[in-house]
Structures are given as structure tokens and as C-alpha cells.
């Protein structure tokens, strides 16, 4: 069996869901690392017991430090139930985790349904090895200054 580090994150009207798909899968999830946004952490944590290094709330920005944990990574798995009905204040954080995450090739649920699928797969309880993409070339692309700068008069 290989350790996973979870980031579990869910919306206010979404972290019961959450909550009770964690209950549910509570033998499944227990041997591994957990991280999470604030509020949502600290429901997990009373409820089940586990063990979570909780990071701010989403809208101070608990999102963007999981995608920044995305990015060095160490995140295995995002859980995210977002809600699909409720407008946010901090969308663009939203979008900018779930960009990461896609980006990075993390697995990212977003239901229940797609989080069963996952660690009910093979895969979650081996040694994968997710392919890391490889942005050397981005980051060795030629700049030049005058590509960014208006043009003169």
C-alpha cells in the first residue's frame, strides 16, 4: 500500500457531502496524509480523527496554498466538492486550484461519485507513479523584452 496525501477541500454547502463520504470511507482513507483548507480540515479532523495540516480558509486563501502544494508536488490527490449553484467571491482562486491541478495531472474529484471511482481504483492503493509533465521548454522559451511593451510613437 502506498501513502497518499490528500488535499480535501468542499464549499459550505457541499461539506456535509464530504463529511459523510469520508465517514463512508473511513477505513479506505485512514492510512493516509491529509491536508486541507481551514474550516473544512478542522471538520474532518473533529469528525473522523484524522490527522490534517490545515492551511487558511479558501476565500484567505486556502486555496491558493494548496495549489501552491500542487505545484511542489506534494499533492497525490485533490478531493474538491465545489458547489456548482453557489457564486463565490473568490472564484478566480477556484479556478486557479482546479487549473493547477489539471496542469500538474493530479486526479481531482469533484463528487462523490468521481472520488469512489478513485480510490476504488487499483491504482490509488499501488506505488503510481503519475506522469509529471515537462515544461522545460516553457521555461527555456526566448524572451524579449520589446514582445511585452506597447509599441512607441
Known amino acids: ?3 497518499k496525501k490528500i488535499a480535501l477541500v ?39 480523527g484524522f490527522s490534517v495540516q490545515k492551511f487558511n480558509s479558501g476565500p484567505l486563501g486556502g486555496d491558493q496554498q494548496i495549489g501552491a502544494a500542487i505545484v511542489e508536488g506534494d499533492i497525490d490527490l ?35 461519485a468521481t472520488a469512489d471511482f478513485i480510490i476504488s481504483s487499483p491504482l490509488f492503493a499501488s506505488d503510481y507513479q503519475r506522469a509529471v509533465p515537462d515544461f522545460s521548454a516553457y521555461r527555456q522559451r526566448a524572451l524579449s523584452l520589446s514582445d511585452n511593451l506597447p509599441p512607441s510613437d
Open 1 to 3: 500500500m502506498s501513502i
Open 10 to 48: 468542499a464549499h459550505d454547502h457541499k461539506k456535509q457531502d464530504l463529511l459523510t463520504w469520508c465517514t463512508y470511507n473511513r477505513s479506505i482513507l485512514a492510512p493516509h496524509e491529509f491536508v486541507g483548507t481551514g474550516t473544512t480540515g478542522q471538520l474532518i479532523e473533529s469528525a473522523l
Open 78 to 112: 485533490l478531493v474538491f466538492f465545489w458547489d456548482p449553484l453557489e457564486p463565490m467571491s473568490h472564484d478566480p482562486d477556484i479556478k486557479a486550484l482546479l487549473r493547477l491541478a489539471v496542469l500538474w495531472n493530479i486526479p481531482t474529484a469533484c463528487n462523490v
